[in-house]
């Protein structure tokens, strides 16, 4: 079965012991961890060696990236390469969260130079997509997706999109307290696999693991991760109190 993940995006958020103690609260819930899950945790930079430290002694927890650099090294004042990532034994990134794409322009081929930076140095894109509200209301979202896929992705080969992680996040529930219903959530997540499969073959689409992302919580996540082509959640709000992400992690289907 592909991966089932709970992935955490802590954003600008939390001061370094404000981090370590809910890492701590999470890690002491003692999660039974199936094969197949994970749980993931976006920190901000500062952070990623001390919190790598706690997710290395807990079975499947990982840390990841927020954030990387489009090139690989050179006079890019505060950027942060994926080469850096790696040497630091960071396997998962972010690219293409839509604050990213909204606050610092990050174009779909911008975002081609990202994906490709993350895997020649080993990393593990977790690669964003999701439509604003007027696309939704205008109902254009399949369309809006299927390019943020083509554009971003369809570079990749068979082999670069097997196992890859994409995460779903409509723009207008991100955040707002709104989410998508199961329904629209398992909807999309079908076009997207049935872009793949067109692109790349069922097999392939089958093998990759697509987060739902837009206001999860605890209340919500049983629900939405038993959609089908559901296979998890990018959590931002909610994976800040501990005892809400360690709720959503339970949620994972086995
Ligand atoms: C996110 O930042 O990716 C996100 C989905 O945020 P939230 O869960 O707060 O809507």
Same mark, same amino acid.
Request: a neutral charge.
């Given at each position: ?13 939390? /001061? $370094? ?9 999470? *890690? ?7 094969? &197949?899950?994970e749980a993931i945790f976006a920190v901000p930079f500062p952070y990623l060696i001390t919190n790598k430290s706690i997710t290395d002694k807990a079975k499947n927890f990982i840390t990841a990236a ?7 090294? !050179?006079?890019?004042? !505060? ?10 034994? %960071?396997?998962?990134?972010? %690219? ?10 990050? /174009? &779909? ?24 509200? $007027?696309?939704?209301?205008?109902? /254009? ?7 943020q896929l083509q554009e971003s992705l369809f570079h990749l080969s068979t082999e670069q999109i097997k196992d890859f992680v994409i995460a779903y996040e409509p723009i207008w529930a991100i955040g /707002? ?17 049935? *872009? ?16 739902? !992302?837009?206001? *999860? ?23 800040? *109190? ?13």
């Open positions: 079965m592909r991966k089932q993940i709970a992935a955490a995006n802590w954003k600008m958020n939390l /001061t $370094l012991a404000q981090g370590e103690e809910l890492m701590n609260e999470i *890690v002491q819930a003692n999660i039974n961890m199936e094969k &197949n899950q927020q954030n990387c650099a489009s090139e690989n090294s !050179g006079a890019y004042t !505060g950027e942060v390469s994926c080469q850096m990532l790696q040497s630091i034994n %960071i396997k998962y990134v972010l %690219i293409g969260h839509s604050e990213r794409r909204e606050y610092y322009n990050e /174009t &779909n081929q911008v975002l081609v130079k990202k994906i490709n930076q993350a895997l020649q140095n080993n990393l593990k894109p977790i690669f964003c997509c999701g439509e604003p509200l $007027l696309v939704r209301q205008a109902e /254009t979202q399949n369309a809006h997706i299927e390019m /707002t307290g709104l989410t998508a219903s199961s329904a629209q959530a398992q909807n999309m997540h079908a076009h997207i696999r049935n *872009v793949l499969a067109n692109k790349y073959g069922q097999e392939i689409a089958n093998s990759v693991s697509i987060l739902y !992302g837009g206001s *999860v919580k605890a209340a919500n996540a049983v629900e939405i991760f038993s959609q089908p082509d559901v296979d998890g959640g990018l959590v931002g709000g909610a994976s800040l *109190v501990a005892n809400e992400f360690v709720e959503i992690i339970k949620s994972l289907k086995k």
